[in-house]
């Protein structure tokens, strides 16, 4: 009962997770097309009441018009709009599930027992959670510290995106080095995603509040404020894409379990980057074919990095010496099996995980692949706590059919 009711609590909170991710993100990539979409308005009378830019757009059956005031409107109508809730339900649904997911079983999920560090391979559950936990705010804390000594009146942008982005790849390969592979993948994508929502939490919505005093008390509003506010949402953005690739690579380890998954890690969250670039540029009326083509240069780049060595059809020779279905299911039947069944004898399972069952040889057949290659990439057995021998894991890459 108690694992069920924990099943069934992660796949709750994944479902707010998705939802206000959507809606967060959704309505930041909105506000970044609109802010660059904005146009001079044509009339007079509107460039008179301080509008610096606005945008038309037709949507649902209505017509919209956008008007984005230099600097404070005459009156400021006491219904503003704020956006923040979305963007803290994202991190707190998100933090949830780490924490239920991830910390619950960090000797599972966290620790990479086949780790070539030997320190961080033997580390205990609790060594494990107060590193991963460390490392997420220490991002957050990293990251600002650089925003505010490089650019401390947010000038200087190309070299703090400079900086920004050699941290990125410092943490994925600190990540994937301290570490199990998927937890590296999460944590890395989770440093982005907490600095996004503190960059909210600490800075934007805080500097909206000022300016809105200031503008209310009659004052003119501190234009540090507002332009923080621009850099850090900008960060945002191009945080956006990698964060949410990180975020749903827990079911591919030819990636995350790869001898260099720093890398592949960090070609990915350049060539999100990269694209995301493209639309902002595009809302501004500059197609620049030239950034999404660097991206994708990228992504293939990581696919050829990441091509499983020797699966080419030249090799095909040892497949009378290769095991048969028999032996590699007796295997399976002494290290899978206990979670992978239709009924489970591992504590915490209450029934198969990823639905993947070995208790029959057909089973097995149908999942060969699969099976080959979390075995390969030693993201399977969970934490090895069924303690798989390296000759049974060359036995399974020899299976053949
Ligand atoms: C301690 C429990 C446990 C043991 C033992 C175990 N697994 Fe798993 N396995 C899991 C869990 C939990 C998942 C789901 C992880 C996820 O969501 O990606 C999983 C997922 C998988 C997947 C799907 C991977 C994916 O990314 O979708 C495959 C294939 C798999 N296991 C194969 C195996 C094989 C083969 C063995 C034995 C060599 C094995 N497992 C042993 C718990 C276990």
Not at 45 to 59: D, I, L, T
Not at 289 to 317: H, K, N, Q, R, T
């Amino acid at each position: 009962m108690p694992s069920y009711l924990l099943d069934f609590i992660n796949f709750m909170l994944r479902w707010l997770h998705v939802i206000a991710a959507i809606a967060w993100i959704g309505e930041s990539i909105y506000f970044v097309m609109l802010d660059n979409s904005l146009k001079t308005p044509e009339d007079e009378s509107s460039r008179r009441k301080g509008v610096f830019g606005e945008m038309w757009a037709v949507h649902g059956g209505g017509f919209y018009h956008n008007q984005k005031y230099a600097t404070s409107p005459e009156k400021l109508p006491d219904d503003l709009h704020w956006s923040y809730w979305k963007s803290y339900t994202t991190w707190l649904s998100g933090f949830a599930l780490f924490v239920l997911l991830y910390m619950a079983n960090p000797g599972f999920y966290l620790v990479d027992s086949g780790n070539d560090w030997e320190w961080a391979a033997n580390m205990n559950g609790a060594e494990a959670n107060i590193l991963a936990l460390a490392f997420l705010f220490g991002g957050w804390v990293v990251y600002n510290q650089m925003c505010k000594r490089i650019s401390p009146n947010m000038e200087r942008d190309g070299l703090l995106s400079l900086a920004v982005a050699v941290l990125m790849v410092f943490v994925a390969y600190l990540s994937t080095q301290l570490f199990a592979g998927r937890a590296a993948f999460l944590l890395t994508g989770a440093v982005m995603a907490t600095a996004m929502s503190a960059n909210v939490f600490y800075w934007i919505i805080p500097g909206q509040r000022r300016m809105v005093e200031a503008m209310k008390a009659g004052e003119e509003p501190d234009p540090l404020d507002g332009k923080r506010g621009k850099q850090r949402s900008v960060h945002n953005t191009y945080f956006t894409l990698p964060v949410v690739l990180l975020m749903i690579s827990n079911h591919y380890s030819f990636v995350y379990s790869h001898e260099y998954a720093w890398l592949l890690m960090s070609l990915f969250i350049f060539a999100g980057a990269l694209i995301r670039q493209f639309f902002v540029l595009m809302h501004a009326g500059s197609i620049r074919p030239a950034y999404p083509a660097a991206g994708v240069a990228l992504i293939l780049l990581a696919f050829w990095i990441a091509a499983p060595a020797g699966s080419s059809s030249g090799d095909e020779s040892a497949d009378a010496d290769g095991p048969t279905l028999d032996e590699v299911h007796a295997i399976v039947e002494d290290r899978c099996v206990q979670c992978h069944s239709s009924d489970p004898s591992e504590d915490g399972y209450s029934s198969a995980p990823a639905g993947i069952e070995y208790d029959t040889k057909e089973q097995l057949q149908k999942m060969m692949a699969d099976t080959k290659e979390v075995v390969a990439s030693e993201y399977m057995p969970l934490g090895n706590v069924t303690e798989m021998t390296e000759e049974e894991r060359e036995v399974i890459a020899d299976w053949r059919e």
